[in-house]
């Protein structure tokens, strides 16, 4: 993933806020960079232009070997559901799903048929540490637990980027390492090219890069 020249501004009353300024980063697949920075810095906006959710005013966005300059919103979407898979702070499970579900839904909402998907679903609540949980509803399952579903999920439609944005914002310290390493090990075995936000530069110990936002712009240098 690489993203070259990013400008990004959005309307405040009569101005204009310039959110993000001349970023560029590259993620190489099977790494994982953290961007971090104070509040209001300008790293969930990088977020959202590397995840196709905002058009930049200007700059490149590329994905493996599609640039995604000039794609319509449709192109964009499909581009979210096949190459990029996305994390927020919030699990945003559904309650009445059971874990397992959770992830076949997601192979809905992407065009293929759940039936047979099912052992997919289940290699990847594995994978995450879910091994027992494949029938238990969120409601069931700790904080650490329902990330590590929303973890699983995100990767269900073989990403090719995964975007995670302060996965650890409700989790204690503890666990929130337990989360950073997994995603880690997760980006490094599958090939994913892994951009992960975060204020808490605690947990971000194993990661191969760490980028500093201030004030829109990096503060140190390119990514890995």
Request: hydrophobic letters at 40%; glycine letters at 12%; one cysteine or more.
């Amino acid at each position: 993933m690489t993203l070259t020249d990013i400008e990004l501004t959005y309307p405040d009353g009569d101005s204009v806020v310039r959110a993000v300024r001349g970023v560029s980063l590259h993620v190489e697949p099977g790494t994982t960079v953290a961007l971090t920075g104070p509040s209001g810095c300008g790293k969930s906006s990088v977020l959202a232009v590397a995840g196709a959710l905002i058009r930049p005013d200007s700059g490149t966005v590329r994905i493996g070997d599609q640039c995604l300059d000039g794609l319509d919103a449709e192109a964009l979407a499909r581009v979210r559901r096949e190459r990029i898979g996305l994390i927020f702070q919030n699990d945003n499970l559904v309650p009445g799903l059971t874990a397992e579900e959770q992830l076949l839904l997601a192979a809905h909402v992407a065009g293929r048929r759940p039936s047979r998907h099912r052992a997919q679903a289940r290699e990847l609540l594995s994978a995450v540490g879910l091994d027992g949980a494949f029938g238990r509803r969120p409601g069931q399952l700790s904080g650490g637990m329902r990330q590590r579903v929303n973890i699983a999920r995100a990767l269900m439609n073989g990403p090719q980027v995964l975007l995670i944005d302060e996965p650890t914002s409700a989790l204690d310290s503890t666990r929130g390492t337990q989360i950073v390493e997994l995603l880690t090990e997760l980006a490094r075995d599958r090939g994913i090219a892994s951009l992960l936000v975060t204020h808490d530069l605690q947990t971000v110990t194993g990661v191969d890069g760490v980028l500093e936002m201030k004030d829109g712009a990096l503060l140190a240098g390119v990514g890995v």
